[in-house]
């Protein structure tokens, strides 16, 4: 260690400079011829804002969408409809680790990401620039799609829901609605409330009431209370039916209508410019790198003449 310290690697590099300067351009030019074997791919861009998706526990709009554009589901229904696997090589029936090695073309060539601002930024690579900008497009509108199916398969369960309620409490209705009507029906009685008052009036005068007075005299002396209480009931799930119908109405809604989930912050565009390879990165990155290579060896070379 210590002799290694004690070199002088400025020394070095000055007495080599001509070697390392060739050794640096020959690997520039290496890798820039090697560059162009590379394929060049074109970017597309687009940032979409969720909408219409409501905070579920802790998770925000932003969250929920971004979890909906990284699911497996859109990922291979999106392999599925634009042949994926074939246009990134992976031969899924004779490649061992086919689907490891597809997912890892699929986020090497597809990324999706939160920005600061709560959208979604999609960014997709491909040798074709329009079919760059197609498939960013077609991930929109699965993802979007697989929301909607989810989001009628939970609002479906709901109305199932409500519509039991409401069966029931037009059973209900019916039934409170038939006992009334029997009593009132027996008795006579058309207007408990306002016969009531005019019969309470013709007996505080001592006048004398007719048989059909009577009947109704009796009917709402022992059902009066009953007629009061039935009243009461009925209203009441009146109220309950007429809100639980609003709700039932609202999810029917729900599920018949063609509801989105996004909206474009920016549309997917088409890019006239690659955006790999970059071939002076290449280049500097291959120059560097062989400097150093040069550097370790050269260094190792006059190490171990000293121990000699």
């Not at 999609?122 to 620039?129: L, Y």
């Not at 999810?251 to 002076?280: E, H, N």
């Amino acid at each position: 260690m210590e002799n290694l310290n004690s070199l002088n690697i400025a020394q070095i590099i000055i007495k080599k400079w001509k070697t390392f300067f060739l050794i640096m351009l020959f690997a520039g030019v290496l890798a820039f011829g090697a560059s162009f074997l590379i394929k060049e791919k074109y970017k597309s861009i687009s940032v979409v804002y969720p909408i219409n998706l409501f905070q579920n526990s802790e998770e925000s709009a932003s969250e929920q969408l971004l979890q909906y554009f990284l699911s497996e589901d859109v990922k291979y229904k999106l392999a599925k409809e634009f042949n994926l696997f074939k246009r990134y090589g992976v031969d899924t029936m004779s490649t061992k680790g086919a689907r490891a090695l597809f997912n890892f073309m699929y986020q090497e060539n597809i990324t999706v990401s939160p920005t600061i601002y709560e959208s979604i930024e999609i960014t997709v690579k491909d040798e074709d620039p329009r079919f760059a900008r197609k498939l960013n497009a077609a991930l929109i509108k699965i993802t979007n799609e697989l929301i909607k199916e989810n989001k009628r398969a939970i609002v479906r369960q709901y109305l199932a829901n409500t519509r039991r309620v409401i069966d029931i409490q037009s059973k209900e209705l019916d039934s409170i609605s038939d006992a009334i009507q029997k009593i009132k029906t027996e008795y006579n009685i058309i207007d408990a409330k306002g016969q009531e008052k005019y019969l309470s009036k013709q007996l505080s005068t001592g006048s004398a009431l007719n048989e059909n007075s009577q009947q109704q005299v009796k009917g709402l002396r022992e059902k009066g209370t009953i007629l009061k209480i039935l009243d009461g009931r009925i209203k009441s799930t009146l109220k309950s039916y007429t809100e639980i119908k609003i709700k039932n109405d609202s999810y029917l809604l729900d599920a018949s209508g063609d509801i989105d989930f996004y909206t474009y912050v920016s549309k997917p565009d088409l890019q006239d410019k690659k955006c790999s390879p970059v071939r002076w990165i290449i280049v500097v990155v291959s120059a560097v790198s062989a400097f150093f290579m040069a550097l370790v060896f050269f260094l190792y070379k006059s190490r171990s003449k000293d121990l000699l």
